[in-house]
């Protein structure tokens, strides 16, 4: 009979107890918020961004929203190719959340999302363990008052809403992000997200990815 034992393999859904800040009005008290899923934000570097543009641009129609999937060459070739990039940020957001040493990561696929004003991304979650969404042009000209332009629970214009759950008393539900150039966030592929439509200039462009992964045995 092989030796049996007890594993500690649960221990990835328990959050650490250093997550406190302390609280804005009162400084003798700290608050902790530790459940629920993480987002991991970073930027890209620009070379890169750059890069991704110069491919992309002859593919995408300049004046009407589209979707087109990434080339394997865009992923992989360059130094550093995007695929090392986005594998080395899903490698830390793994070791943060989870305390887990990624083995192996492998891509679903890159597409890209251009956007111009008026046109909505519904609220969707993705296949794949990890996914994750990057910033590669910014609407360069919002009517002020529509980029202020309150959605239901604050979902602003063309940013990145993230939803958890639904409304409940004392817990948070929804974040929302600006898109900027080269930002890129990484979050679990099965987290809703959406983008509320945007009226202003330009062109909201994004790529997003799905990637499945196999983490280091114990
Ligand atoms: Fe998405």
Same mark, same amino acid.
């Given at each position: 009979?092989?030796? $049996?034992?007890?594993? %500690? %393999? !649960?221990?990835?859904?328990?959050?650490?107890?250093?997550?406190?800040?302390?609280?804005?009005?009162?400084?003798?008290?700290?608050?902790?918020?530790?459940?629920?899923?993480?987002?991991?934000?970073?930027? *890209?570097?620009?070379? #890169?961004?750059?890069? *991704?543009?110069?491919?992309?641009?002859?593919?995408?129609?300049?004046?009407?929203?589209?979707? /087109? $999937?990434?080339?394997?060459?865009?992923?992989?070739?360059?130094?550093?190719?995007?695929?090392?990039?986005?594998?080395?940020?899903?490698?830390?957001?793994?070791?943060?959340?989870?305390?887990?040493?990624?083995?192996?990561?492998?891509?679903? #696929?890159?597409?890209? #999302?251009?956007?111009?004003?008026?046109? +909505?991304?519904?609220?969707?979650?993705?296949?794949?363990?990890?996914? =994750?969404?990057?910033? $590669?042009?910014?609407?360069?000209?919002?009517?002020?008052?529509?980029?202020? %332009?309150?959605?239901?629970? =604050? %979902?602003?214009? =063309?940013?990145?809403?993230?939803?958890?759950?639904?409304?409940?008393?004392?817990?948070?539900?929804?974040?929302?992000?600006?898109?900027?150039?080269?930002? *890129?966030?990484?979050?679990?592929?099965? !987290?809703?997200?959406? /983008?509320? +439509?945007?009226?202003?200039?330009?062109?909201?462009?994004?790529?997003?990815?799905?990637?499945?992964?196999?983490?280091?045995?114990?």
């Amino acid at each position: 009979m092989s030796e $049996l034992k007890r594993t %500690r %393999r !649960l221990r990835k859904y328990e959050a650490d107890d250093n997550l406190g800040r302390p609280s804005h009005s009162n400084p003798t008290t700290e608050l902790h918020s530790p459940f629920g899923p993480q987002i991991a934000k970073t930027t *890209l570097p620009t070379a #890169v961004i750059d890069r *991704l543009n110069q491919s992309i641009d002859p593919h995408i129609d300049q004046n009407k929203s589209s979707e /087109a $999937l990434l080339s394997a060459e865009a992923v992989f070739s360059g130094s550093p190719s995007l695929a090392s990039l986005i594998e080395e940020q899903i490698s830390h957001y793994v070791k943060e959340v989870e305390g887990s040493e990624v083995e192996h990561i492998e891509f679903e #696929v890159f597409w890209v #999302v251009s956007q111009y004003e008026d046109t +909505p991304s519904p609220v969707h979650f993705h296949s794949g363990d990890i996914s =994750g969404v990057f910033y $590669l042009k910014e609407p360069t000209k919002i009517d002020p008052q529509q980029y202020e %332009r309150n959605y239901i629970s =604050g %979902r602003k214009a =063309g940013f990145i809403n993230f939803i958890e759950g639904n409304k409940q008393r004392f817990s948070k539900s929804l974040i929302s992000f600006e898109p900027r150039v080269g930002d *890129l966030y990484v979050f679990p592929g099965w !987290l809703l997200h959406g /983008a509320e +439509p945007f009226i202003g200039e330009g062109e909201r462009r994004s790529v997003a990815f799905n990637a499945n992964i196999r983490i280091k045995p114990d």
